[in-house]
């Protein structure tokens, strides 16, 4: 979407609501897009695209017809919005409603909705509909980045375009290219599902998202309907979880703890597996999915080979020659932008710009006088592009043009205030993304027992499905992980602390070291990802923030002493799992198409686009001995480019990986 057309359909906008009886299309054509030079059937076409694009933000244009003779004439047709039937409906929130909500909304702030809740949030701001409301401590979960398929897929399926993707079948162990009606995305036992119609098969089938082999292909020419009152979540309760296996391992000695925890010593030597090299150790590890345990196995790279069974062992090398391969292409010029930092490019600038300027009305209208930085933190933009969105919207109005006849906002002093809204005041309703990222969100927040115990969580949830309507029905479309504790004990413990400003010892394992450590800590803050947990705390043996996961907590106890005033959380939400230094590493990395979601879970400082679709990124590390596992585990997803001897690190540990199983 050019500017320009940018500019049109929010004149086009304004127009059409603001007329009581409707403007015919030699009117619209005339005064609105000034257009005499195009043919009628050109002008048409235009005209029904920029009705469509306007259905898509939420605004349903009216066709009224004259009564009588030649009323089914086009040219006599008239065409309006109606104020109220776009809006979204007033949403009355109480301090903890609001607290509840804030807390759904925050759920996709690192994942693919974030952008969604974030806009729906602020149509319930710019509509007075949120209170007060303090965040209680400890109460802070996330979800998980998907990766790019996720995205991909949660589009596809807003528009109902079907998708195309390579797919690692689990009963054959072959790839296979598969179209897919995509009908709901959920999470289950840890791992997200599609749920769709397989159309070479001719049925319903469950994809998992790990098993995806390519970048997801939106097939945007062709289009399905999915069934009525479809509900992902009741589709994944029906599928059964996988039966428990035991791995046969070899190990090498005093290595992997970590896996070592919930392994067992294997007994006398079997005779179709043989024994272990001098040097080693086997051990059974017990698994239900052979792809996640080949995932992790992968990552370790040369300190263990898979004795038994054959696919599990075929999965681990098959992601250690994938990353191998990736590694050993031609290196790709890299050219970053000037602008730093790049994030990620994202498509359709034109409409988010759009969106963004009928949010920004509304919002200005209830927040008159704020300071024209504060606005465009609000909005997540530059000043510029703030300034640059004010300037379209101050040339923006009724098609005759006269000042009374056009939005009127000041900026002058910094402070910007609107006097003239044009009947731009009130928010559209959410639209299908902010609707599934509002009430997922609050569905997922049912895991976490002190909120599902409350009443708050089910009155706001009534209160947006109300607001959303017929957009609210299709959130069943998406359905969250759990997101409760496992180990509810030490978040407790942990939360106890932070709220009495005390600190705690705790015995912690660290995989990346391989080893464990005793630390006193000052606790800071608890969040999640999924339903892995974490804190935040200043540790006195690394003098410096560190954040620890609660699962890896061998022991954990008080010991009597108050946090000190070096314990400061560090700036923003949410709290990064990599806290920047100043003597980290910036590694340039490429990534494939399948794998550029990295960019974002890893905070790239820059990024540059390649032409098949991938991504080069700058990512900075404090440590770089376990950049080996990290490519390895993505098994043909990323690869280093920069520094060589980091590269090279990471090619011989796979190439020794390799060779552990004939390679």
Known sequence: MSASRTERLLNLLIALLNTRYGLRRGELREKVYHDTSSSESTFGRMFERDKSDLRQFGFEVETVMDQGWGSDDPATARYRIGKESNRLPDVDLTSAECTVLILAAQLWEQAALGSAAQDAMRKLQAAGGLAEAELPAGVQPRIKPAGQAFEDLVTAMHTQHPVSFTYLAGSTGREELRTVEPWGLGSRFGQWYLVGFDRARGAKRFFRLSRFTSAVAVEEKDRYSPPEAFNVRKELDSLPELPVQSATVDVAAGRLLGLRKRAQEAGAPDAATGTPDAGWERLHVPFRDVEVLGEELASYGPNVVVAAPAELASAVRRRLQAAADFAALPVPAVDFPDTVPAKRPRKR?????????????????????????????????????????????????????????????????????ITQDLDLNRPVRFTVDEA?????????????????????????????????????????????????????AHLATIRDAITGGRQLHLTYFSAQRDSMSEREVDPLRLYSLDNTWYFEAYCHSAHGLRNFRLDRIEALEPNGRRVTEAARPAEGFPVKLFTPNDDDTVV????????????????????????????????????????????????????????????????????????????
Not at 357 to 385: C, D, W, Y
Not at 457 to 484: D, N
Not at 641 to 663: F, K, M, Q, T, V
């Open 436 to 488: 599934c990222a509002l009430l997922t969100g609050l569905e997922t927040l049912n895991g976490l027992p002190e909120l599902a115990e409350g009443s708050a969580l089910e009155s706001v949830t009534v209160k947006l499905m109300a607001a959303a309507g017929e957009e609210g029905l299709k959130a069943a479309s998406i359905a969250g992980p759990q997101v409760g504790p496992a180990n509810s």
């Open 349 to 417: 600038t034109s409409e988010d710009q759009l969106r963004r300027m009928l949010q920004l009305v509304p919002f200005l209208v209830h927040n008159q006088g704020l300071h024209i930085s504060e606005v465009a933190s609000s909005f997540g933009v530059t000043r510029k592009e703030l300034e640059d969105d004010l300037r379209i919207l101050i040339c923006s109005g009724l098609p005759e043009g006269y000042p009374d006849d056009l939005l009127d906002i000041q900026w002058e002093d910094d402070h910007v205030y």
């Open 588 to 663: 340039t990395v490429e990534l494939a198409p399948q794998g550029i979601g990295l960019a974002d879970d890893y905070y790239a400082e820059r990024t540059a686009p390649l032409p098949n679709g991938g991504l080069i990124a700058d990512i900075r590390f404090g440590s770089t001995g376990w950049l080996p596992m990290f490519v390895a585990q993505h098994g043909g997803a990323v690869r280093i480019l920069a520094p060589a001897n980091l590269a090279d690190a990471a090619g011989d540990w796979i190439r020794a990986a390799l060779a552990r199983y004939g390679g």
